[in-house]
């Protein structure tokens, strides 16, 4: 028994619902199938679900809403005219919308139930067109499904009950189309995931009826070693771990949304990326654990937008409570950290950009002068982060000595080193504007060389 996850560009046009169709039909074990809602079909075009966003956004500044709600009905009759199916869908979509818009809802309520429409529809012509192609399927609503979650609009977290309640499933004829992204709380009230939370969903799923496999179909054949956009041509990688997908996917890789994985984890349930249009394609197989003659090193993830907040005071590391009252302040203030790196006199904690701007940064730079009198404190912004990941590298010897003589090599000065307990990652912090060039040299160094 499988679940299928299928993302936004493999449900963005009729063509790819097509698509998606042939898969199914050509593999009846996918009993479970979970569905984005429609993506971009080319490069200039919309996501559907930022098409809610900005409808929302004019109805709450009471702009004319016609202009945001007629691509949106043009999009859905587009793709279910040229699937040959009832219109009777696109009228539900509208009616759907409208019906929304005109609810007495607290804002945040009103966005998440408007966001969802996108899932909500998708689920609902695919289910349609499958059994149009004689095959048994059906819409299951999230609710009916069983995914229940916090109360917590825009940022949902699956309740512990609802995997029983969506073993429940299993029993079920034909095959069940659910849409991603949302769930509801115990008293009926609708919430999204966090953005990205179709991944999370097909997890859900996949633990919940405790699926043989897990599909995630996007549009790349797999996970490569490193960005393209960075390295032309990297290598594929055919097999990772979960802890080694997890920290690709905090730092970078864009495939897998980073929580999507913990449920399907939990279960020891193996995930394998596909191409929707490729889908003879091996793909990636995510695993609980690898053969240890496997590489040390799978890839290279980066991200940019850091910050890095440096303080110093001699004997720090005798002074009790220190690093607790440095993350009080950035508690208290609201700001969440990503590392903190220290050594006995210096502690450098590094921060998203976004989670700390400039209007606050004064303010929490003061409080920690005046409620720790250190002798230093510096605030370094435009920063990089390169990860190097691979179960098991900080106990294989030379790693570290090659990435940072490959760094060295590209002429680019490592600000930050975050090896910690780890033994899947190792990080470095560079300046943002040097990071192709460190990466590419890095590439070369553990995959080319």
Known sequence: MKVAKFGGSSVASAEQIEKVANIIKTDLQKKF???????????????????F??????????ASLEPFI??????????????????????????????LLHMEEAPIRKLDA???????????????YLTSIGLEARYVNPREAGVMVSDEPGNGKI????FEMIYKLRSTKGISVIPGFFGYTNDGKLITFSRGGSDITGSIIAAGVKADLYENYTDVDSVYAVNPSIVDNPKKIT??????????????FSVFHDEALIPAYREKIPVCIKNTNNPQATGTFIVSEKKPSEKCVVGIASDTGFCSIYISKYLMNREIGFGRKVLSILEEESISFEHAPSGIDDLSIIIREKHLPLEKEKQVLERIQKELCPDLISIHRNLAMIMIVGEGLVRTIGVAQKATSAISSANVNIEMINQGSSEVSMMFGIIADDLEKAVQSLYNAFFVK
């Open 239 to 252: 097999t990772l771990t979960y802890k080694e997908m997890r920290e690709l996917s905090y730092a970078g």
């Open 33 to 51: 199938i979970v569905v984005s809602a429609p993506g971009k079909r080319h490069k200039s075009d919309q996501k559907m679900t930022d098409m």
């Open 159 to 162: 309740l512990p009950e609802s």
């Open 70 to 99: 007629d691509p949106i009905i043009k999009r859905f009759t587009e793709i279910v005219e040229q699937l040959s199916l009832s219109f009777t869908i696109v009228g539900e979509i509208k009616q759907s919308i409208n019906k």
């Open 53 to 62: 966003i900005q409808l929302w956004k004019a109805n709450q500044q009471k």
């Open 114 to 128: 408007l966001k969802a429409i996108g899932e909500d529809s998708s689920a609902k012509i695919l289910s349609a």
